[in-house]
């Protein structure tokens, strides 16, 4: 069995805007499973909300996001591209997620048509399912981005 790449081979990302710290599986072209273990020093939790720190919903779509971006980006293909939004359909959040929470992700791409694609996310904290969506998306040359 081989081993799994870092996140950091494959995407773009870095700190303090990389939500991925580990690929469980990768599929290249197809589908990704990561895990996040959200800090509780994460500096964003401070502010959503005092007192009760919450993950923001879009930090968790952008971590869906990042986890989609390594099954397009994995391709030999796509390397040295960038994996953008082109749209989000169909989101939902089910249960919040707090510091400490582990968060486990997948996505599978349902869709492609050359650099435009379509995938569906999960996030999950345990057994119970966190946010749901649809992530449309566009790989492009990182020269083409302004």
Known sequence: MSRLPDPKDILPHR???????EIVELVPGE????????????????GHFPGEPIMPG??????LAQTGALAALSLPESRDKLALFAGIDKVKFRRPVRPGDVL?????????RGPIGE???EARVGDEVACTAILKFAIVDREGVA
């Open 104 to 112: 486990d992700m997948s996505t599978r791409v349902t869709r492609q």
């Open 119 to 121: 995938a569906e996310a």
């Open 58 to 63: 879009v930090i968790i779509v952008e971590a």
């Open 31 to 46: 589908s990704a499973r990561t895990r996040w273990t959200l800090d509780p020093a994460t500096p964003f939790l401070e």
């Open 15 to 21: 700190e303090p805007f990389l939500f991925v710290d």
